[in-house]
């Protein structure tokens, strides 16, 4: 979408905006049902303990249900990045998560007459959200004043090479995601098997919540660099595309450094304002520091990403995320944690040294340059 935008083929971005959403709501709906029907078997493979999966599968379920829509936020937000246009998304997403927030506490607490569903509450006040914010993007990409449009006279329906092309860049960053996302899932196995596994689970979740904020950042970055880098390949104009994929990179992480000071100079007071479990304060603290010194590592990965992705070189950084996440992190957690008996220091650990080896692959194939002159 962001080449077309920047080759000016409005028609061709909107026929490839509609084909993208349907096939990003086949997809995550086989996934979704597939995630209902094995969430159990999921959360007992991961030694999560009963107490902990009694709370968790109800919740799971109805995330797996809502993973549609989330995968259609994301779709519909893309087009206006790739546009240019990332304010829209933010207001929407500001009024979404309004409406997130009062459907779940309505939901978690049972008030206003609603049915008190607990930590079910929570997840079902994000399919309530998914549901609200889809129809305000619909809203906005037909209303014609904003920075994309979804044109008249374009198909939802896909045409057998567009969605070869768009196939063949998502797949791979779809398996990217599947990867990482696997990865994380055993990263938490691990975690559950530390020696006191529910106070390591309750200072993962803490930390991991808070390390979204810094994350979310990071791929702000991504998706800027992506829209940039993007509309310039299309204009047919490499050089402005390097330029600008450089100096995203070089703020991005520049940023990211600062804002993760907080979280080494004031852990002790964040990790407090979740909880008052002095165990669970101290395994989160060195949790922290992991993620502060971690994360201008995975923003540099996911800066250097937007720009292959602009190209439609998704391969490589697959390969990367299978490479440091796989067969780095994992097996580093495990040795640190369990064979030297750091426990979740070792744990924690591991998330730096594998941030660092994807920056690094990633920038590494960024710099080469081969990208600029990629066709999709």
């Known amino acids: 979408v962001a080449q077309a935008v920047g080759a000016k083929d409005l028609v061709d971005a909107s026929k490839t905006a509609k084909q993208s959403a349907t096939l990003v709501l086949g997809i995550s709906s086989v996934i979704s049902v597939f995630g209902i029907l094995t969430s159990d078997m999921a959360l ?17 379920q109805v995330i797996f249900a809502s993973l549609p829509l989330m995968a259609l936020d994301r779709t519909l937000d893309s087009c206006l990045f790739a546009a240019g246009d990332t304010r829209t998304p933010f207001y929407i997403s500001l009024v979404a998560n309004f409406v997130h ?31 609200f914010s ?3 993007r619909f809203v906005v990409l037909y209303s014609g004043r904003f920075g994309f449009t979804l044109l008249p006279g374009t198909s939802y329906i896909p045409e057998r090479e567009r969605a070869r092309r ?9 398996l990217q995601g599947l990867f990482r996302n696997g990865s994380n899932v055993l990263y938490m196995k691990l975690v559950a098997m530390t020696v006191n596994p529910t106070v390591a689970l309750t200072a993962y979740s803490i930390g991991r919540q808070m390390g979204h904020t810094v994350r979310r950042t990071s791929l702000s ?16 104009e490499p050089e402005t595309a390097n330029a600008r994929g450089w100096t995203t990179l070089v703020l991005s992480v520049g940023i990211l450094t600062v804002l993760g000071l907080p979280f080494i100079l004031f852990a ?10 002095v165990a669970v304060i101290a395994v989160g603290i060195p949790y922290l520091y992991a993620i502060a010194i971690a994360e201008p590592f995975m923003c ?48 924690w650990l591991a998330l730096v040294i594998f941030s660092a080896m994807q920056g690094f692959l990633t920038v590494r194939k960024f710099a080469q340059g081969e990208w600029r002159h990629r066709k999709l």
Do not use: C, H
Request: overall charge neutral; hydrophobic content about 50%; glycine content about 12%.
């Open 300 to 347: 540099s990965a996911i800066a250097t990403q937007g720009s292959l992705r602009a190209a439609g070189d998704t391969i490589s950084p697959l390969i990367y995320t299978i490479v440091s996440q796989w067969l780095i992190q994992l097996p580093v957690a495990y040795l640190l944690a369990f064979t030297l008996g750091w426990d979740t220091n070792g744990i």
């Open 44 to 60: 007992r493979s991961l030694s999560i303990p009963d107490n902990v999966s009694a709370i968790a599968l109800p919740y799971l």
């Open 268 to 277: 002790d007071g964040l990790m407090g304002i979740f909880t008052d479990e």
């Open 221 to 236: 970055f991504g998706t800027t660099t992506t829209s940039l880098v993007g509309r310039s390949l299309g204009a047919k």
């Open 166 to 174: 768009i196939l063949r860049i998502g797949i791979p960053s779809a």
């Open 134 to 136: 889809n129809a305000i």
């Open 101 to 131: 927030l009062i459907a779940a506490y309505a939901l978690i607490y049972g008030t206003w007459g609603l049915p008190e569903l607990g930590v079910k509450g929570a997840a079902v006040g994000n399919l309530v959200r998914g549901v």
